[in-house]
């Protein structure tokens, strides 16, 4: 038995995998990040942080020899517990089909957004920050326009060439961007055409946890995901009448090459024009 | 080639398996020469020559096991067993195969990198 104490749950190994499946399902569809950055692992539970190669100097020259510290980064432990009704887990067993896991897609739906938040806006300290923090020097204007958007992306992909930057390229949208992207039209073109076209056919995602937009380069070591223990369910404890999960992961995001992503940003706070 | 059977028979990977043993038994068959060589000869330099050639086949040797493993998976996971080992070599089998049976099974859900899919 490991962490996730599974075998101490009251289910059956049907149960599991059903719980299993439905997270399984639904994490794809929630989680934006690992569609756009490097994915580095699943390096296990044990990993507790990542080496950045660096050393900091912790003390003065004594006697001619000098101290430096390590630097690494080290790793969160993301943990979303959920609860399932124990009725609902013996009509798996009776071969019900239609069973009520709510509580575990909502889980997949905290924690990855979780997850992207992490990864989009991070924590306020380098090099743990995000993307839109990290290449915040980059920033460009967004037009409230919907209609303007592959313009300001065009536009983001030239920056990024202007610096080296080479392709291909994403880009996440955020809520009102990609809500806007998806149905608008410029002059009877379809905006979302125009913007594939400007990303050479690269993944235009989602992320509802930016503000605006954000461009980026996916030619790889710019943005990494380092996923110790990938999403992983267990066991918590259990009552008369339901049975206690935890959906976890331990993560942490570098950006390793600021210089690689171009924020979209609107002038003021307002979201795209409404059709 | 020495065969054992037909080369009709044979499917071209095996033919070229029985080319890298045919070789790796010539390269040992050497060093096994050079030491002796080496061994009984009272000149100095002699013995200095054959040394070296004896080293040099050992590393033409390890080349061509390094292809064999590549191209054969069993080969491939007993040297993994083996190779690089403290534990007497008696007893490197029966701990590895422990240590399989106490690693925890993959719990995780497998979810990765979802980077092949684009959205649109």
């Known amino acids: ?275 | 080639m020495d065969l054992h059977e037909s080369a009709d028979s044979l499917s071209a990977a095996s033919l070229d398996a029985h080319r890298a043993i045919r070789s790796i038994m010539e390269e040992f068959e050497a060093v096994d020469w050079y030491q002796q060589r080496a061994e009984a000869t009272d000149d100095v330099e002699l013995r200095r020559v054959l040394e070296h050639n004896r080293d040099e086949e050992k590393e033409h040797a390890s080349m061509t096991i390094e292809w064999l493993r590549r191209h054969d998976p069993a080969l491939d996971r007993h040297l993994r067993t083996y190779l690089f080992t403290d534990a007497p070599i008696t007893e490197v089998e029966a701990r590895a195969e422990a240590q399989d049976a106490d690693a925890p099974p993959a719990t995780d859900l497998g979810i990765g990198s979802l980077r092949k899919e684009q959205e649109a």
């Open chain 1, 1 to 275: 038995m490991n962490h996730l104490r599974r075998d101490m749950a009251p289910i059956s190994t049907t149960a599991w995998a059903a719980i299993d499946d439905e997270i399984r399902r639904a994490l794809p569809t929630f989680l934006s990040a690992r569609r756009l950055v490097d994915f580095s692992g699943p390096h296990g539970w044990e990993c507790s942080s990542v080496d950045l190669g660096r050393t900091e100097p912790v003390q003065q020259l004594a006697n001619g020899v000098e101290v430096a510290e390590r630097q690494s980064l080290p790793l969160y432990e993301l943990r979303r517990e959920f609860e399932i009704e124990l009725r609902e887990i013996d009509a798996i067993d009776r071969g019900a089909k239609a069973i009520d896991l709510e509580p575990a897609v909502d889980a997949a739906r905290a924690i990855a957004r979780v997850e992207d938040d992490l990864v989009f806006n991070g924590q306020s300290t380098a090099p743990a920050s995000g993307i839109t923090v990290a290449s915040s020097a980059h920033a460009l204007a967004l037009e409230l326009d919907a209609s303007q958007i592959p313009a300001a992306a065009a536009a983001a992909v030239d920056a990024l060439r202007e610096r080296g930057v080479g392709g291909p390229y994403g880009v996440a949208l955020g809520s009102d961007c990609h809500g806007a992207v998806m149905t608008r039209t410029d002059d009877g073109y379809p905006v979302l055409e125009h913007l594939r076209l400007v990303l050479d056919d690269g993944p235009i995602v989602a992320v509802p946890v930016i503000d605006g937009a954000l461009v980026l380069c996916l030619r790889g070591g710019d943005f990494e995901l380092v996923v110790g223990e990938d999403f992983s369910v267990g066991y918590r404890g259990h009552t008369d009448t339901t049975v206690r999960f935890v959906l976890e992961e331990t993560m942490v995001f570098r950006a390793n090459g600021p210089d690689a992503a171009v924020p979209l940003r609107f002038a003021d706070s307002a979201a795209p024009t409404a059709p």
